[in-house]
């Protein structure tokens, strides 16, 4: 029996141990991946904590920006092969046979298994993947930044499309993390005018970096909305919300233009309040928006691959992840950080 370091969670909410655990077997149309690095997603740390309703079942290990090599496959495998770049994803598999896989929706599939949540994730130096979902990493990219386009790339890309907005439309981005500082460069690659909004003035200056037009603090700002409504003219067209508060829930709401779209991604487990009147007057549409299909990965992946988008990243060894998550629930990390699973 081969072993391998991984990070791994036994108790929610507890530090994750980094042990040797046998490295898995791949099925019949699975590939077993010899991981090079791992983005750090939020979601990472809202499994470690136990955060959700649908809870993973510890222990497992988190991780779905994973990016490595193939080293072996299943004997039903077809899609990849031995020495190709692969990734993992939340959208581990799906069931290909329902109502929503079979319409374009794979992303709503009720019989999906989700990477690093119901199985085993890219927080360890090898992983399994399925090959009909594994996404193909393209040629000639830079493997420590592309993980972070595996999740948060693919999700803002796909949350951006859902906002219903046209090129030369305000859009606004909530959040400048690892989601919203990529959000920011796939909204100006697609044309539209981006308005930011964060706590943190330093991820403020990164969406300034990446492109945006107008940025407001939330927390010195006496109305957040009314002044992002008064800076872009009546409002954006339509928001993307990938803040970790549920306070940036209703004010992206409130920001809206009449007849706009708020699309939501971020998961802070609280509910928010929606006004029935002013979403009925003006014709608001709330819209969830959950990671992205295959299609979508490999239209986020190209933006990446053509140098649209630039990841702002930290590597950092894989027993750093205590310290990781713990400034991420700070709020202390600029951009992603990625784990190098070499060491
Ligand atoms: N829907 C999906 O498919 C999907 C995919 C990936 C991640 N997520 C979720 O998106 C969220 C963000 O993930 P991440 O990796 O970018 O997290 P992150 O920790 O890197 O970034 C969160 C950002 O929210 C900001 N923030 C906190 N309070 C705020 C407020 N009141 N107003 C505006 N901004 C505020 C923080 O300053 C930080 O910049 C998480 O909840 C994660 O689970 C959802
Ligand atoms: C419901 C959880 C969605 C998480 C997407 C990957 O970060
Ligand atoms: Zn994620
Ligand atoms: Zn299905």
Not at 277 to 293: A, D, E, K, W, Y
Request: aromatic letters at 6%.
């Amino acid at each position: 029996m081969s072993t391998m370091k991984a990070a791994v969670v036994h108790t929610f909410a507890a530090p994750l141990t980094i042990d040797d655990v046998e490295v898995p077997t791949p099925g019949p149309l699975e590939a077993l991946v010899k991981v090079d690095y791992t983005g750090v997603c939020h979601t990472d740390l809202h499994a470690a904590h136990g955060d959700w309703p649908v809870k993973p079942s510890p222990p497992f290990v988190p991780g779905h920006e994973g990016v490595g090599t193939v080293v072996a496959v299943g004997d039903q495998v077809t899609r990849v092969a031995v020495g190709d770049k692969v990734g993992n994803a939340w959208l581990w598999s799906a069931c290909g046979e329902c109502e929503y896989c079979e319409t374009g929706w794979e992303t709503l599939c009720p019989h999906q298994k989700n990477g690093g949540y119901s199985v085993d994730g890219s927080f360890g130096q090898y992983m399994l993947v399925d090959s009909r979902y594994a996404p193909i990493i393209p040629e000639g990219v830079e493997d420590a930044a592309v993980g972070p386009i595996l999740c948060a790339g693919v999700t803002v890309y796909k949350g951006l499309k859902q906002t219903d907005t046209q090129p030369g439309e305000w859009v606004l981005i909530s959040g400048i993390g690892g989601l919203g500082h990529i959000a920011v460069q796939y909204a100006v690659a697609m044309g539209r005018r981006v308005a930011a909004v964060d706590v943190d003035d330093d991820k403020l200056a990164l969406a300034r970096k990446h492109g945006a037009e107008v940025t407001v603090n939330a927390a010195t700002s006496a109305d957040a909305a009314a002044e992002i409504q008064d800076k872009t003219g009546g409002g954006v067209h339509g928001a993307l919300v990938t803040a970790v508060n549920a306070h940036a829930f209703p004010q992206a709401v409130g920001a809206l233009r009449r007849g706009g779209t708020v699309s939501l991604v971020g998961l802070p487990p609280e509910k928010f309040p929606l006004d029935i009147f002013t979403t009925v007057l003006f014709g608001l549409t709330v819209r969830g928006s959950i990671v992205g299909t295959r299609k979508d990965m490999a239209e986020a992946l190209d933006f990446f691959a053509r140098g649209k988008i630039t990841p702002t990243y930290t590597v950092r060894p894989l027993s750093d992840i205590n310290d990781i998550f713990s400034e991420m629930e700070q709020g202390k990390i600029d951009g992603r950080v990625v784990m190098d699973m070499h060491s």
